[in-house]
């Protein structure tokens, strides 16, 4: 009787062991992102996908407002206290966190043949030595528009400068619609879904931000001061008190068919599927005149890292590995309409809105923001001295040729071009 009750205790005290081995294989990641609109698509699609196929290793995504990332993640870097996986923006910001040892270095992570140098250079060092993020998709820039409101006023897309303003001038007269959705509180989507984006037009893409970098162009030359005019002239056509409109303040005019156009990134696609109650088209920047050489800024926006004090960095890289597969991009791509993946897979979109936005690299010339790539190292930060005067033009409350020549003495304060 004895040995039966002591069989039966060292079982139940195996089973227990067991159960508790079990329990503390069980390892949690958390994602770090600014991307809070993505929250129900990670915890829907994006994390089942992951955790069927491995067992024992469990996702949090865990994003902050976009414009509290950078500071929020720095801070949690600096105190050890960020997550295992980190989203990366592209080029000089993430670069920043590799070159201090917070972001370890992914060149040799399984997957990377994935991806062509030029997917990847939004996150490999200047010499081309180091990859330290996978890259996950790039976005374009562009209007969209609601082609119900369109249609119901006989207008059509426009193809240049003219015809957009032309637009811009009916809608007004017309007053059923604010011509355009687009606010300058939050200062980013002034030079992030203003500048930036009609600026290539302007600048000739990428001859013109390399010449730039190289020192061969200044932000007072007229390739960057003639974006600021036109937008100068946005200030009529985007409606009383734009002033004080944010950033949602701006998405929730289109959606709920108050505005005509929205200055745009395809990143909204996935949102405003979900919230707009009518049909939507695309039409990209506007030449100056018919038969120009058109450009789109198609950016890599989006990679992920490993946290270099990541207490699971084998599991980590498990992930990371499954990121930079086809079946990620394929998940993601779709789930995430207007985020275009980089893998050099090919992926089959099903949204319309998206094919329409990315059909544009068959007849225009992609390029890079201007201020990403080594031009906002110092201080002060041309990116974030952009959007400051991005906004400041539109509102009226400096020119366009002081803009221009703030940004290019601040720039002078620390960038010296490469000989």
């Known amino acids: 009787?004895?040995?039966?009750?002591?069989?039966?205790?060292?079982?139940a005290s195996?089973?227990?062991?067991?159960?508790?081995?079990?329990?503390?294989?069980?390892?949690?990641?958390?994602?770090?992102?600014?991307?809070n609109d993505?929250?129900?698509?990670?915890?829907?699609?994006?994390?089942?996908?992951?955790?069927?196929?491995?067992?024992?290793?469990?996702?949090?995504f865990s994003p902050t407002a976009p414009t509290e990332y950078n500071a929020s993640l720095n801070a949690k870097l600096d105190a050890g206290s960020a997550g295992d996986i980190?989203?990366?923006?592209?080029?000089?910001?993430?670069?920043?966190?590799?070159?201090?040892?917070?972001?370890?270095?992914?060149?040799?992570?399984?997957?990377?043949?994935?991806?062509s140098p030029v997917a990847k250079a939004a996150w490999t060092t200047d010499d081309g030595k180091s990859t330290f993020c996978v890259p996950m998709a790039s976005v374009i820039h562009g209007?969209?528009?609601?082609?119900?409101?369109?249609?119901?006023?006989?207008?059509?897309?426009?193809?240049?400068?003219?015809?957009?303003?032309?637009?811009?001038?009916?809608?007004?007269?017309?007053g059923t619609y604010i011509p355009m959705a687009m606010g300058t509180k939050d200062l980013w989507e002034a030079a992030t879904m203003g500048y930036q984006n009609i600026g290539p037009?302007?600048?000739?893409?990428?001859?013109?931000?390399?010449?730039?970098?190289?020192?061969?162009?200044?932000?007072?030359?007229?390739?960057?001061?003639?974006?600021?005019?036109?937008?100068?002239?946005?200030?009529?056509?985007?409606?009383?008190g734009f002033e004080a409109q944010s950033y949602s303040d701006s998405q929730n005019l289109f959606t709920l068919g108050k505005a005509a156009?929205?200055?745009?990134?395809?990143?909204?696609?996935?949102?405003?599927?979900?919230?707009?109650?009518?049909?939507?088209?695309?039409?990209p920047p506007p030449v100056a005149k018919a038969g120009d050489t058109a450009y789109i800024s198609d950016h890599p926006d989006i990679g992920v890292g490993l946290n270099a004090k990541s207490t699971h960095p084998e599991e980590a890289k498990k992930f990371l590995t499954w990121v930079a597969s086809d079946e990620f991009a394929n998940i993601y791509a779709n789930a995430l309409p207007g985020f275009?993946?980089?893998?050099?897979?090919?992926?089959?979109?099903?949204?319309?809105?998206?094919?329409?936005?990315?059909?544009?690299?068959?007849?225009?010339?992609?390029?890079?923001?201007?201020?990403?790539?080594?031009?906002?190292?110092?201080?002060?930060?041309?990116?974030?001295?952009?959007?400051?005067?991005?906004?400041?033009?539109?509102?009226?409350?400096?020119?366009?040729?002081?803009a221009a020549q703030k940004l290019q003495d601040g720039l002078d304060k620390w960038f010296k071009p490469a000989k």
């Open 201 to 240: 037009n302007y600048w000739k893409g990428e001859d013109g931000r390399l010449a730039l970098i190289a020192g061969k162009q200044k932000l007072t030359d007229a390739p960057w001061v003639d974006p600021f005019n036109e937008l100068a002239k946005w200030k009529p056509y985007l409606g009383d």
């Open 143 to 174: 209007f969209i528009y609601n082609k119900d409101a369109f249609d119901k006023l006989g207008l059509k897309v426009p193809a240049t400068r003219d015809e957009f303003f032309a637009l811009l001038d009916k809608l007004k007269a017309d």
């Open 38 to 60: 993505d929250l129900q698509i990670w915890q829907e699609k994006i994390i089942p996908a992951f955790e069927a196929k491995n067992p024992g290793i469990k996702i949090v």
């Open 14 to 35: 195996s089973l227990l062991t067991s159960v508790g081995f079990a329990h503390a294989a069980d390892v949690t990641l958390t994602v770090e992102s600014w991307r």
């Open 340 to 402: 275009f993946s980089l893998n050099s897979h090919p992926v089959k979109m099903s949204d319309p809105l998206a094919q329409e936005f990315v059909s544009w690299r068959d007849n225009h010339k992609s390029t890079v923001r201007s201020t990403y790539q080594i031009l906002s190292r110092g201080t002060p930060n041309l990116e974030n001295e952009t959007w400051t005067a991005s906004a400041n033009v539109i509102n009226g409350t400096q020119t366009p040729v002081a």
């Open 1 to 11: 009787m004895k040995n039966n009750v002591l069989k039966g205790l060292l079982l």
């Open 261 to 283: 156009i929205y200055p745009a990134g395809s990143w909204e696609i996935a949102l405003f599927n979900t919230q707009a109650q009518f049909k939507m088209g695309a039409f």
């Open 86 to 115: 980190i989203t990366c923006r592209p080029f000089d910001a993430s670069l920043d966190l590799f070159n201090k040892k917070q972001l370890s270095d992914l060149t040799s992570l399984k997957g990377m043949d994935n991806f």
